[in-house]
């Protein structure tokens, strides 16, 4: 099993930036990708980036590209999503999510996720 720990959402005006960080925990060494998604009232789960677990490949989804950045720091199991440019439309619940066997933009095949955390842009 594996476990995922989001923090670092908030409150941010427009045009500002937050730094998410997920805290992977448990059998970390099964997992192939860790992602992002998040989620607004009355909307479907949407993929933001994913990042494998070695660090060596990025992939990002067009509506979030060139404003928000995915890393890992493996001496601490975190992968971060750097927020920048924040928009009111951004305003959403963040989750973290981890996959052993895929690699993929679809939340379906993720095997664990995180409690998620609330990022909110007011204009």
């Known amino acids: 099993q594996v476990q995922l720990v989001e923090s670092g959402g908030g409150l941010v005006q427009a045009g500002g930036s937050l730094r998410l960080s997920c805290v992977a925990s448990?059998?970390?060494?099964?997992?192939?990708?860790v992602a992002w998604f998040r989620q607004a009232p009355g909307k479907e789960r949407e993929f933001l980036a994913h990042?494998?677990?070695?660090?060596?490949?990025?992939y990002y989804a067009d509506s979030v590209k060139g404003r928000f950045t995915i890393s890992r720091d493996s001496a601490k199991n975190t992968v971060y999503l750097q927020m920048t440019s924040l928009k009111p439309e951004d305003t959403a619940v963040y989750y973290c999510?981890?996959?052993?066997?895929?690699?993929?933009?679809?939340?379906?095949?993720?095997?664990?996720w995180g409690q998620g955390t609330q990022v909110t842009v007011s204009s």
């Open positions: 990042i494998t677990w070695s660090g060596d490949n990025t």
């Open positions: 448990g059998r970390t060494f099964s997992l192939r990708t």
């Open positions: 999510a981890a996959a052993s066997l895929t690699t993929t933009t679809f939340p379906r095949p993720y095997d664990y």
